[in-house]
């Protein structure tokens, strides 16, 4: 049985990173997107999402069908942005909507078996994001960001314990968003249960599996508040 049949049912275990693939990042590196994603996969984030603005609907399918077999095997869920109709044609485990996008209802009635995420960038919209249930919530940009051509304003990391505050009362994780960085992943794990990460798993160079792999493990672990291993003999 794959993650999308129990989608909707089953614990989520949203907790350090939240992994997210956006082709127009990688691309502008002569970064391959699957191959990236297998990288990061060594790290089991807590999901992986494909994010393809401007990309052809066909060339998105086509990219979640190829992610679909490397999360399941890592057991990792996987998210398409904003696409329910090629999540539930690709088997994904979840949606990740917009406030601009299709509604949680509307998803819910077209794709049952699709777990879905809500973004949003006020108190007020977080709340009525809580009421509907989802799978999880994100909220942000906590940070400025370069990753949206109109970003939201920056909420900051206060508003942000108090949003992560609300979805703990909901019992819904709630997934920090917006310009996290190594140097800031300490401070937002405080205040999220899991944290998107976007170009800070990209390296500057030329592509390296090995060095992909272990920056999505050590943002992991930050963002897990997760101890660094003793070194026997240090």
């Known amino acids: 049985m794959t993650l999308a049949a129990n989608a909707v049912?089953?614990?989520l275990n949203m907790r350090g990173l939240y992994a997210i693939v956006d082709v127009t990042t990688l691309r502008a590196r002569a970064i391959d997107p699957v191959?990236?994603?297998?990288?990061?996969?060594?790290?089991?984030?807590?999901?992986?999402?494909?994010?393809?603005?401007?990309?052809?609907?066909?060339?998105?399918?086509?990219?979640?069908?190829?992610?679909?077999p490397l999360c399941h095997r890592a057991k990792v869920p996987l998210v398409a942005n904003d696409r329910a109709d090629l999540a539930a044609l690709a088997g994904?485990?979840?949606?990740?909507v917009g406030q601009d996008d299709i509604g949680i209802?509307?998803?819910?009635?077209?794709a049952p078996a699709l777990g879905v995420g809500v973004?949003?960038?006020t108190l007020a919209q977080l709340a009525t994001a809580l009421a509907t249930k989802p799978r999880y919530v994100a909220f942000g940009p906590v940070y400025p960001t370069?990753?949206?051509?109109?970003?939201?304003?920056v909420v900051g990391i206060e508003q942000l314990r108090e949003a992560h505050r609300a979805a703990v009362r909901a019992s819904v994780p709630l997934v920090a968003i917006g310009g996290v960085t190594f140097e800031r992943a300490a401070e937002v794990a405080t205040a999220s249960d899991a944290t998107a990460v976007i170009a800070a798993l990209v390296p500057d160079g030329p592509f390296?599996?090995?060095e992909i792999s272990s920056r999505a493990i050590e943002l992991h672990r930050?963002?897990?508040?997760?101890?660094?291993?003793?070194v026997v003999g240090a």
Do not use: Y
Not at 38 to 58: E, I, S
Not at 105 to 110: A, E
């Open 9 to 11: 049912t089953a614990p």
């Open 35 to 68: 191959e990236f994603a297998a990288a990061v996969l060594v790290a089991r984030p807590a999901a992986l999402q494909l994010r393809a603005k401007g990309v052809a609907a066909r060339e998105v399918l086509g990219l979640l069908r190829a992610l679909g």
């Open 222 to 230: 930050i963002l897990s508040r997760e101890r660094a291993p003793t």
């Open 119 to 121: 973004s949003t960038h």
């Open 105 to 110: 209802d509307l998803v819910r009635r077209l």
């Open 146 to 153: 370069n990753s949206k051509e109109a970003p939201s304003p």
């Open 92 to 96: 994904c485990d979840m949606v990740h």
């Open 208 to 210: 390296d599996a090995r």
